[in-house]
């Protein structure tokens, strides 16, 4: 006790003693100070460069932003957060030693959430795109995609590939603040109109139901909206484009983007990836955008 007591003599121990006693003991005591002392080093640790050290020693959650609505991406199923993305997830907190939580928010608040620390990594699906590289940085792409259709079954001889939807004046449905309408409002100036949806569920309901002719969005999801409604909705394969997608990370996070890189090149070369990847789609569409 005397390296407490510089001045005071037993007064100080006295002191000391109570106040041990008075919030739990001497352990208790020492725990919150200890606790002062780490929540100061991170203070002063957000200020400067994350190191790998620190990144080494982090065990605290991993916070996996998503926005569970894009299927076989990630969504909810039997209210479980499920899906490409998930599983990756769930793998990536194995190799980090580090627990994953799942933080479900709007699409638009994806790049935001993350820009204030709310989120540690964005695993949502997200395509590479230069707009959103302004902002964040991703991690190199785990999944080559595209845009592709879906149309109605009866529509099937008048829309045979993307050419000749490009060339007709459909009403076109898309999802509101991804690259299939950023895509649209760009390249198709002749649409008679425009619809902005918000879920896959919706573009299913709006093209049974005629108020849309086709609807443009990521490969994957349309290949999950044709398999639930193959007797009314045909997908047209031919794609747009080709995309690329990627994890979001936070710029100035350099050590937690090289190793997530690391991690996505091993899991390509042992064929962690491909294995996830196979599950939750067809073979023809991995070979399609090799």
């Known amino acids: 006790m005397k390296s407490f007591t510089p001045r005071g003599g037993m007064f100080q121990q006295k002191r000391y003693k109570k106040l041990s006693d008075t919030y739990g003991g001497k352990h208790m005591f020492e725990n919150v100070r200890h606790i002062i002392i780490a929540a100061l080093l991170v203070a002063l640790g957000t200020v400067g460069s994350v190191t790998a050290q620190d990144v080494a020693l982090d065990k605290s959650p991993l916070r996996v932003g998503i926005t569970p ?52 990594i964005i695993m949502s699906g997200m395509t590479i795109t230069d ?8 991690t190199d792409p785990y999944l080559k995609s595209g845009l592709v259709a ?28 991804t690259t299939g309408e950023a895509f649209v409002r760009k390249n198709m100036s002749k649409p008679s109109r425009i619809v902005t949806l918000m879920t896959l569920r919706d573009a299913a309901i709006e093209l049974k139901d005629r108020r849309i002719d086709v609807f443009i969005h990521d490969a994957p999801a349309v290949i999950w909206l044709v398999s639930e409604n193959e ?8 794609p747009f484009n080709e995309e690329d997608l990627g994890w979001g990370v936070r710029k ?39």
Do not use: C
């Open 231 to 238: 007797a009314d909705i045909r997908g047209v394969w031919d």
């Open 69 to 120: 609505n894009y299927p076989p991406m990630i969504f909810i199923l039997n209210d479980k957060i499920t899906g490409v993305d998930a599983d990756l997830a769930i793998r990536l907190g194995n190799e980090l030693n580090r627990p994953v939580q799942f933080v479900e928010l709007g699409w638009d608040q994806l790049i935001s959430s993350l820009l204030e620390a709310k989120i540690d």
């Open 150 to 177: 879906a149309i109605r079954a009866g529509d099937a001889s008048k829309y045979k590939s993307a050419k000749s939807i490009m060339s007709e004046y459909p009403t076109v449905g898309v999802i509101k603040g």
């Open 131 to 138: 707009a959103r590289k302004v902002r964040i940085n991703f």
């Open 252 to 290: 100035g996070d350099d050590y937690f983007l090289k190793q997530m890189n690391s991690i996505l090149q091993r899991w390509k070369q042992d064929g962690t990836l491909d294995e996830i990847l196979r599950h939750w789609l067809p073979a023809r569409y991995l070979e399609r955008f090799k």
